[in-house]
């Protein structure tokens, strides 16, 4: 692809001085709880090339006779065309076709971590512990995400007490969640964050529950070990808060079908969980199965359905709440241009962020696309990455948050100009 | 300092081994003795050890060339070690185990502990590479995974663990009277270290005002309840 085409590329992108974000109005600064933000890791490395397909790449098509999506209108199973003529959606994402064509979803392709590493390990430390592979750090981006913010996050929140705002450090309220048995490494650290798989695992069961759950409650209270005493204090405040979403626990929307699956009903309770508004800014939950290195389009096929239909539920479920959220999705790495010799794709470098919500200029493949030609791929084998995952959190945060000082979260990390001057 | 050549790492070891000893020896880093002598302090004593020891531990890793049998036997050693007693949290997985012991269960290996133990946030077999399963509190103790100890403690001495048995009359069928005249009795039973006055008192005042309410049937209600809120004290999650 020649310079010019490049840039002409990159205005029909909207990269630039459009930006991807409108301005969020809802501020930090001015007291206001922060919009929440919905984070889906994809763990295993999702083929970004599957998923948002560059139908107008020849070399697509020869580096993956057997494996590519083909462009739209070539068989049943050809990908499903996006304005802009360059790049196809897999058919099975179909679900999300209607939001992007209105606006409210976009992707960024090509992007991924600067870390030069195939290892799924190595590769979700580095995304998420948001630095870059520069340096080692235990905490996760977004949870010293949230203490930056909360520096600017005077007003305690809906249901919260006055003293959680100012340090973070308290589970007074929901701020933070993660639907999933274990809080991942990119929620970690100083700013309390629950991780529950369903919210009923979140409450002392059995007979007398209730009885025995407050005298838990005061044994803890009088704990003389300050994490156990205030980690317990989280719990019971949780569940308190838990409690109001259970017996509220909206039914899905009418219409709105989630998938029977693992996604399906870590989304529903996610939307369950902002529909409750008990405070939660910021929910972080995983989808696996990516990992195609054998029968890669069998996988994609069920994973990409369920993902499409669990997104697309979770925000038709949020109705006009899901104006006030943005979802981004984030996974630690693409995989080869080339197919390999089991019907699969190996470990690569860039891969695809999907970014959605009231707030997103969606409708565009955010990209500095510069083709698939040997000659531009990172170490002649996969998708170089021309955007850094870390300028789109900036960006987020920035936008979404209203969050003026990122280094703290990336730090070492200067966003792109190009792309900060939405 | 000398060492003795026909020995690395504790070992004797033939002349290749000596060959590599010499180039490891001439890349023996100092960062690396005090690494390990602070995860072996950490494992054993706290997750904050002293300094001291730290260093202590170090010294004899430097000058044994990593004979981990010699730091152990100063670590072991160690007043620091002695006094280490309920310093530290008990993992998940040190929690769970500890609970079946103390009352004296069975287990035939069903899959809903797994599950427990993953809620806890240690799922077996699954530790995070390349680091491991953590060995400092703050990465097991957070809001959900104690209600999940909580709620394992109470099915735990409801017996309703799938998998898991013991036997109740066995355990606790010789505790008669008010509950305050058996406590102490079960805590010594199920080796949770000594209560504190708190604990001890609101476990007590709980199960008054529930034999208030229901009196006893079978006799053992009181003692199930107060069995699961003994393991499910601050003072069981103590190493």
Not at chain 1, 242 to 256: E, K, M
Not at chain 2, 123 to 140: I, K
Not at chain 2, 174 to 200: F, I, K, N, Q, Y
Request: glycine share 10%; hydrophobic share 40%; net charge neutral.
């Amino acid at each position: 692809m020649s310079s010019f085409d490049r840039r002409a590329w990159l205005r029909l992108a909207g990269i630039g001085a459009l930006g991807w974000l409108a301005p969020s109005l809802a501020r930090a600064e001015t007291g206001v709880r922060r919009k929440p933000l919905v984070v889906v890791v994809q763990r295993g490395a999702l083929d970004g090339l599957s998923w948002v397909v560059p139908h107008g790449d020849d070399a697509y098509y020869s580096a993956r006779p057997q494996l590519a999506v083909p462009a739209p209108g070539r068989g049943a199973d050809a990908c499903l065309p996006l304005p802009g003529g360059r790049f196809g959606l897999h058919p099975a994402s179909q679900p999300l076709l209607a939001l992007y064509l209105e606006g409210r979803l976009g992707f960024v392709h090509a992007v991924g971590t600067p870390a030069a590493t195939r290892s799924h390990f190595d590769a979700q430390d580095v995304l998420e512990s948001g630095t870059g592979g520069a340096s080692s750090r235990d905490d996760g981006f977004l949870n010293r995400a949230l203490r930056s913010a909360a520096l600017h996050t005077a007003a305690p929140q809906a249901a919260g007490t006055a003293s959680s705002a100012a340090t973070g450090s308290s589970a007074a309220t929901l701020g933070a969640v993660a639907i999933q048995s274990r809080l991942p490494r990119i929620l970690r650290g100083d700013a309390s964050a629950l991780a529950f798989e369903k919210l009923t695992d979140m409450r002392v069961r059995g007979p007398a529950a209730k009885l025995v759950g407050k005298t838990f409650e005061e044994m803890y209270a009088g704990a003389v070990d300050e994490a156990l005493r205030s980690s317990a204090s989280g719990a019971f405040d949780a569940d308190a808060l838990l409690g109001r979403v259970r017996t509220r626990a909206p039914s899905p929307r009418d219409g709105v079908v989630y998938p029977k699956s693992t996604l399906g009903r870590r989304m529903r309770q996610i939307a369950q969980l902002l529909q409750a508004d008990v405070g939660v800014e910021l929910a972080v939950t995983e989808s696996g199965g990516w990992d195609t290195h054998v029968d890669q389009n069998g996988r994609l096929q069920r994973g990409l359905t369920d993902q499409a239909q669990a997104l697309r539920a979770f925000l038709d479920d949020l109705g006009p709440l899901a104006q006030e959220v943005c979802l981004v999705t984030v996974t630690e790495f693409g995989r080869t241009v080339a197919q390999n010799g089991s019907g699969g794709t190996d470990h690569g470098h860039g891969s695809v962020m999907m970014v959605a919500g009231g707030g997103v200029r969606g409708g565009a493949v955010h990209s500095r696309w510069d083709g698939l030609e040997r000659d531009v791929l990172f170490e002649q084998r996969d998708l170089p990455i021309t955007i850094d995952q870390r300028d789109v959190f900036a960006h987020v945060l920035r936008q979404h948050w209203g969050l003026g000082d990122t280094s703290l979260v990336l730090p070492g990390f200067a966003a792109d100009p190009l792309l900060a001057l939405g | 300092m000398q060492m003795d050549h026909a020995r690395f790492w504790g070992r004797r070891c033939s002349s290749t081994a000596e060959r590599w000893r010499d180039r490891l020896k001439a890349s023996w880093c100092p960062s690396t003795a005090r690494f390990i002598a602070t995860k072996l302090a950490q494992k054993f004593v706290s997750d904050e050890p002293p300094q001291s020891l730290v260093e202590r531990l170090a010294g004899t890793f430097s000058a044994s060339y990593g004979d981990l049998s010699r730091v152990y036997a100063d670590l072991f050693a160690s007043p620091e070690f002695a006094a280490s007693a309920e310093q530290k949290t008990k993992t998940p997985l040190e929690f769970v185990l500890s609970a079946l012991r103390a009352v004296g269960a069975s287990y035939d290996g069903s899959k809903p502990l797994a599950k427990v133990l993953e809620q806890m946030g240690q799922p077996l077999y699954q530790a995070e590479a390349p680091t491991g399963y953590r060995e400092v509190a703050s990465a097991w103790v957070n809001a959900g995974g104690l209600v999940a100890r909580l709620n394992f403690a109470l099915s735990l001495a409801e017996n309703s663990l799938e998998g898991v048995h013991f036997e109740q009359a066995s355990l606790l069928g010789d505790l008669e009277g008010a509950p305050a005249d058996w406590l102490d009795r079960l805590a010594m039973r199920v080796l949770v270290p000594p209560l504190s006055e708190s604990t001890r008192r609101t476990i007590v005042a709980t199960l008054a005002r529930e034999a208030e309410t229901k009196p006893p049937d079978d006799g053992l209600v009181l003692q199930r309840q107060a069995l699961g809120l003994l393991l499910g004290s601050p003072e069981f999650q103590r190493q």
